[in-house]
């Protein structure tokens, strides 16, 4: 057995969330994008009006945390970045994302 099998594993599993979730973000219109090699998200929100940082102050109240991408530079400031967990966390994820966007009228 190799002695990447444990990261093996991690990743297919990661793999395989990732697309799960992509999928249910989507259908509740969340911002979703390319998901990159160590499975972040890191997309634009301003096409709902609001900022990164309105964004994750919007998460936080349902209890998840968004980066706001804003340290980033000017540019980034209506972005966010986020990540693909376990099925159990990405379902909690899943669920106040779609709490917000209801609350954004999406």
């Not at 969330?17 to 998901?35: A, K, N, T």
């Amino acid at each position: 057995r190799s002695t990447l099998f444990p990261y093996t594993t991690l990743f297919r599993s990661l793999a395989e969330e990732s697309e799960i979730m992509q999928s249910q973000l989507d259908s509740v219109m969340f911002p979703v994008g390319p998901v990159s090699d160590s499975f972040f998200y890191f997309v634009p929100v301003s096409q709902f009006g609001i900022t990164g940082e309105d964004m994750q102050r919007q998460m936080l109240k349902n209890g998840i945390m968004v980066r706001d991408c804003a340290s980033f530079g000017p540019q980034f400031k209506d972005y966010i970045r986020y990540c693909v967990k376990g099925r159990e966390q990405n379902a909690t994820f899943l669920a106040a994302a779609e709490k917000v966007m209801t609350a954004l009228g999406h």
